[in-house]
């Protein structure tokens, strides 16, 4: 089921239909609130491969709850699409783009496939468009705590020590979903008679410019990230082990567990992104604690 309402800047909701019908005085270009509404009733029936990474209960509240999102907060993912579509409108009839395959288990659509790179005509290429935050876990950078030997001498820290903070590039690389991801893309188009020699991702950084990615350790717009090869048998069992989870949740009608400590981004989606919390007792923790953070935070400045 996709999202039916809309909330308001105000947090008031709205079935989309009302809003792009005839909202008096809109939050945003009608053109935008169209493409924003379209974004989210993509008419799959089928599970994705991306909805198959996620949580099987986000992706079973999604396909059997109605729900609202804030429009606002489907714009990143806007900006996602249009990326894809510069890139399919330039791939001058010599690169594949943006075909959906499928199997029995789920569909995908991956976004390049050919001479992306260099002379190699087997490459796939997968478009992100994302955070400093995610680019900085994806390519393993991390901030250490320097003890600089000195101590404070006056304010509300005298007498503790002085720490600095330095990045290191060598850390664990967050990129198992991308990755995931990608292969399958990959599993799909080699059994569709297609070669793939090599994967990547190329992603774009939202916040590029910021200093909040320059202290992330981000200094450039755009990375090329090499993606890794999973193995089919592997990638198969995940899949299938997951998309009988989420239908014999529907079929039955019972809500999943919660989604584990990596599909919830230890919680964070749970608190800000997951478009089926509203739906899910889990998450409604979360938000009952915003709301009431926000409330006292409220009666504090009032
Ligand atoms: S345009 Fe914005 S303010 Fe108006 S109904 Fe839609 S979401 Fe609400
Ligand atoms: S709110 Fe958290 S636990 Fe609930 S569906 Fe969303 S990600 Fe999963």
Same mark, same amino acid.
Request: hydrophobic share 35%; with cysteine; glycine share 6%.
């Given at each position: 089921?996709?999202?039916?309402?809309?909330?308001?800047?105000? %947090?008031?909701?709205?079935?989309?239909?009302?809003?792009?019908?005839?909202? *008096?005085?809109? !939050?945003?270009?009608?053109?935008?609130?169209?493409?924003?509404?379209?974004?989210?009733?993509?008419?799959?029936?089928?599970?994705?491969?991306?909805?198959?990474?996620?949580?099987?209960?986000?992706?079973?509240?999604?396909?059997?709850?109605?729900?609202?999102?804030?429009?606002?907060?489907?714009?990143?993912?806007?900006?996602?699409?249009?990326?894809?579509?510069? &890139?399919?409108? &330039?791939?001058? %009839?010599?690169?594949?783009? +943006?075909?959906?395959?499928?199997?029995?288990?789920?569909?995908?659509?991956?976004? @390049?496939?050919?001479?992306? /790179?260099?002379?190699?005509?087997?490459?796939?290429?997968?478009?992100?468009?994302?955070?400093?935050?995610?680019?900085?876990?994806? @390519?393993?950078?991390?901030?250490?705590?320097?003890?600089?030997?000195?101590?404070?001498?006056?304010?509300?820290?005298?007498?503790? *020590?002085?720490?600095?903070?330095?990045?290191? !590039?060598?850390?664990?690389?967050?990129?198992?979903?991308? =990755?995931?991801? /990608?292969?399958?893309?990959?599993?799909?188009?080699?059994?569709?008679?297609?070669?793939?020699?090599?994967?990547?991702?190329?992603?774009?950084?939202?916040?590029? =410019? @910021?200093?909040?990615?320059?202290?992330?350790?981000?200094?450039?717009?755009?990375?090329?990230?090499?993606?890794?090869?999973? =193995?089919?048998?592997?990638?198969?069992?995940?899949?299938?082990?997951?998309?009988?989870?989420?239908?014999?949740?529907? +079929?039955?009608?019972?809500? *999943?567990?919660?989604?584990?400590?990596?599909?919830?981004?230890? &919680?964070?989606? !749970?608190?800000?992104?997951?478009?089926?919390?509203? &739906?899910?007792?889990?998450?409604?923790?979360?938000?009952?604690?915003?709301?009431?953070?926000?409330?006292?935070?409220?009666?504090?400045?009032?």
């Amino acid at each position: 089921m996709p999202a039916t309402k809309f909330i308001c800047p105000n %947090g008031e909701r709205i079935r989309i239909v009302e809003c792009l019908r005839s909202c *008096p005085k809109r !939050c945003m270009f009608l053109p935008t609130l169209r493409a924003i509404a379209k974004s989210l009733d993509r008419q799959i029936s089928e599970p994705t491969v991306t909805e198959l990474i996620a949580g099987v209960r986000e992706t079973y509240l999604k396909k059997t709850s109605a729900y609202a999102v804030e429009p606002a907060s489907v714009l990143y993912a806007l900006q996602g699409q249009a990326i894809h579509s510069i &890139n399919e409108l &330039n791939t001058q %009839g010599e690169i594949l783009s +943006e075909e959906r395959l499928k199997d029995d288990i789920t569909s995908g659509q991956f976004d @390049l496939y050919g001479k992306i /790179l260099d002379t190699d005509e087997e490459v796939l290429g997968d478009l992100k468009v994302t955070s400093s935050f995610r680019l900085m876990r994806a @390519l393993g950078i991390y901030k250490v705590k320097i003890d600089t030997g000195e101590i404070y001498k006056s304010g509300l820290k005298k007498g503790q *020590p002085k720490f600095r903070t330095e990045l290191r !590039c060598d850390g664990v690389r967050d990129l198992l979903d991308w =990755s995931i991801q /990608l292969n399958y893309y990959r599993m799909l188009l080699e059994r569709a008679g297609f070669k793939i020699s090599r994967m990547y991702i190329q992603a774009i950084c939202r916040d590029a =410019s @910021l200093r909040i990615a320059t202290e992330r350790g981000i200094d450039k717009p755009v990375y090329i990230i090499p993606i890794n090869k999973i =193995s089919d048998r592997w990638l198969t069992r995940y899949f299938q082990h997951k998309a009988k989870l989420l239908s014999k949740a529907i +079929e039955s009608k019972t809500l *999943p567990p919660i989604c584990s400590f990596r599909e919830r981004w230890g &919680n964070r989606k !749970c608190l800000d992104y997951c478009a089926a919390r509203e &739906n899910c007792p889990y998450g409604q923790r979360f938000l009952s604690k915003k709301e009431a953070m926000n409330v006292k935070e409220f009666s504090l400045s009032a």
